[in-house]
Each structure stands twice: as C-alpha cells, then as structure tokens.
C-alpha cells in the first residue's frame, strides 16, 4: 500500500507571493491533517478535513487555507507568504480522526518552504 | 489554549543507558498518542494510550498514561544508536479530536 504523498517536496518562494501544497493520502484513508513544524515551534496543527469537510482549525491566520477533494487528496494554500512561513509542511492520514484505532496518523514527508 | 510540554527538551546518554522524557498537559486528554521522527524524515506512529493509569509496553519500550490523563511518559531501557531521534507525544481532548503535539524530547545516543 502507498504511503501518504506529499508534493513538491522543495519549494522556494518570495514574500508576498502564494504556494499551493499537495498532499495524497493512504487508499481507503478519509481524514487528512496538515502541521506546520519549524524548530522553534515544533509541530503545530493547522487543520483537518474529512470527507471535503474541515473539522478543526489551528490558531494561524486566514492565510492558511485548505480543502479537500471528493478523493480524499487535500490541499492547502498559503497566501500572501512571509518570511516566517518558512517551515516544514507536513501532513498526515488517517481512516478517521475521531474514532479510536481509526485515528493513527501516517505521516508524509513532508514540503519544505523556504521563504525568501 | 490546550498546551502540551514535553520534558527535557534535550537528552544525551551513552549507549546502554535508560531514557526517560515526560509529557503533560494542561487539559484532560481522552488519549494520547506517541511518534518517533529520525533526524531529516517524518514523525512515525509508536504507540496509543486511551486508559487511566495504561501501561503499554514494545519490546524495550514502555509508555504509561497518568491516572488523571494529563501526563505520560515514554521510557526507554538499553539505548541503542538506533533510538536516535526526536519523541513527540501528542493528545486530543474529548469532543475535538485535534491533536495537539509536545514539544518534543531530542534524543542523542552515544556509542
């Protein structure tokens, strides 16, 4: 079985402009989450989507967008890039966030933005 | 805002030596979950907790889930270079589902 697939895995980027990331989930998988890690902050939560829907949301401004797609695939947006936004994306699948032994989380390897 | 902190934030031990790193939380969780992450790769499920008071042992592994569910711990025996890494914890509160991740405790073995 494929493991979760995130694209592109590198990205550099300038202020101001907006990146789209992707990511793939396990077959059969319906909740997708997406964390923001730095080494500052660690790894923060930014949202979770299951069946195109999002559940819950993180503490980071509007910017910070996403969706989910009628195959369970996800994307989220950053607009308006600053310099902070640098960081590694990373998301990760499960059968079902809020059903336990359905909520493990497989993790893809992540996209790296670099904010320039 | 639910915070999780994870302690020490650092931890070098040579080879053979027991690992500890504690995780606590400032709300109650209705479970907790644990992930080991390489240095350059992505964060890997370990274990799971959803019990007060659960112990859970692999191999030479053993996470514990506190009786009140706001803390947990992940002790490891006879380190090995292999347990090089960063351990997260990470908890969801009843009702949300959103997990929130620790710190994290950076592990260095030195052989």
């Known amino acids: 079985k494929a493991g979760v697939t995130q694209t592109p895995r590198y990205l550099i980027k300038t202020r101001g402009q907006q990146v789209t990331l992707s990511c793939s989930p396990i077959?059969?998988?319906?909740?997708v989450s997406w964390y923001q890690q730095t080494p500052g902050q660690g790894l923060q939560f930014l949202f979770e989507?299951?069946?195109?829907?999002?559940?819950n949301k993180g503490n980071f401004p509007g910017r910070f967008s996403g969706r989910q797609f009628s195959n369970s695939r996800s994307e989220m947006n950053v607009s308006t890039l600053e310099l902070g936004d640098s960081a590694l994306y990373l998301c990760?699948?499960?059968?079902?966030?809020?059903?336990?032994?359905?909520?493990?989380?497989?993790f893809g390897a992540g996209t790296r933005l670099s904010v320039l | 805002g639910q915070q999780v902190m994870q302690i020490p934030q650092y931890q070098h031990v040579q080879e053979g030596e027991d690992f500890t790193t504690y995780c606590n939380s400032s709300?109650?969780?209705?479970?907790i979950q644990w992930y080991k992450q390489r240095p350059g790769g992505h964060p890997v499920f370990l274990i799971q907790?959803?019990?007060?008071?659960e112990v859970k042992k692999q191999k030479r592994l053993t996470f514990q889930f506190g009786e009140a569910k706001k803390n947990s711990s992940l002790h490891i025996t006879a380190t090995q270079t292999t347990d090089v890494g960063t351990y997260f914890c990470?908890?969801?509160?009843?009702?949300?589902?959103?997990?929130?991740f620790g710190t994290g405790t950076r592990l260095k073995v030195l052989a």
């Open positions: 990760a699948s499960s059968l079902d966030a809020r059903v336990l032994v359905k909520n493990i989380q497989y």
């Open positions: 077959s059969g998988h319906r909740s």
């Open positions: 989507y299951f069946s195109e829907t999002q559940r």
């Open positions: 709300t109650t969780l209705s479970n």
């Open positions: 907790l959803v019990k007060s008071g």
């Open positions: 990470a908890g969801a509160t009843s009702g949300t589902y959103k997990y929130i």
